[in-house]
T-cell receptor, first 118, second 112 residues
Framework: DGGITQSPKYLFRKEGQNVTLSCEQNLNHDAMYWYRQDPGQGLRLIYYSQIVNDFQKGDIAEGYSVSREKKESFPLTVTSAQKNPTAFYLC?????????????????FGAGTRLSVL | LAKTTQPISMDSYEGQEVNITCSHNNIATNDYITWYQQFPSQGPRFIIQGYKTKVTNEVASLFIPADRKSSTLSLPRVSLSDTAVYYCLVGGPYTGGFKTIFGAGTRLFVKA
């Protein structure tokens, strides 16, 4: 069935280690997003992508990297430069910005990955 | 991007109607108003979206006055399972980018 899948559900990172969070969607959406959520807080945008091989920084991109080699996939790497990576990470997808006649500005979220530091 | 302001938290009882108001004074002509619901340790889920007047679906109603500077999400006869965080977002398609801003949301706690 259609949806957006994030894996793993829980992830632990050691000091100085890079870790990659997976996000896959079969909704045929052009746009994909990564958010970070800290306890009791709203979502903050890390990176977003509107098309394959292109992505833009969000509000808190430092210490993170992404790639968009396929329409269906948008993995997020949390690098060792991110000194406070413990958070709940959410991936979302949605119609392209120019698809005004489609569902406007609606994003579909995965179940999230909870990242902790050992 | 239009900034939104909504109450930090609200309490209600089962069976009551809950109205959550969101202020968005700087809403642009092309902006839509969208509400999401988030349960603990889950991703947000789309509830309802509107541009003006009133929109109703099987889950909620959205009331938008003529000046569009605010909107009210109405949840009829809430149950314990409606305890969640509710986010109000304002935005629309922009050339060269597409961003949304999730604030802290409104924490709704439904009591028995």
């Amino acid at each position: 069935d259609g949806g957006i899948t994030q894996s793993p559900k829980y992830l632990f990172r050691k000091e100085g280690q890079n870790v990659t969070l997976s996000c896959e969607q079969n909704l045929n959406h052009d746009a994909m997003y990564w958010y970070r959520q800290d306890p009791g807080q709203g979502l903050r945008l890390i990176y977003y992508s509107q098309i394959v091989n292109d992505f833009q920084k969000g509000d808190i991109a430092e210490g993170y990297s992404v790639s968009r080699e396929k329409k269906e996939s948008f993995p997020l790497t949390v690098t060792s430069a991110q000194k406070n990576p413990t958070a709940f990470y959410l991936c979302a997808s949605g119609p392209l910005a120019g698809d005004i006649l489609l569902a406007k500005n609606i994003q579909y979220f995965g179940a999230g990955t909870r990242l902790s530091v050992l | 991007l239009a900034k939104t302001t909504q109450p930090i938290s609200m309490d209600s009882y089962e069976g009551q109607e809950v109205n959550i108001t969101c202020s968005h004074n700087n809403i642009a002509t092309n902006d839509y108003i969208t509400w999401y619901q988030q349960f603990p340790s889950q991703g947000p889920r789309f509830i309802i979206q509107g541009y003006k007047t009133k929109v109703t679906n099987e889950v909620a109603s959205l009331f938008i006055p003529a000046d569009r500077k605010s909107s009210t999400l109405s949840l009829p006869r809430v149950s314990l399972s409606d305890t969640a965080v509710y986010y109000c977002l304002v935005g629309g398609p922009y050339t060269g980018g597409f961003k949304t801003i999730f604030g802290a949301g409104t924490r709704l706690f439904v009591k028995a």
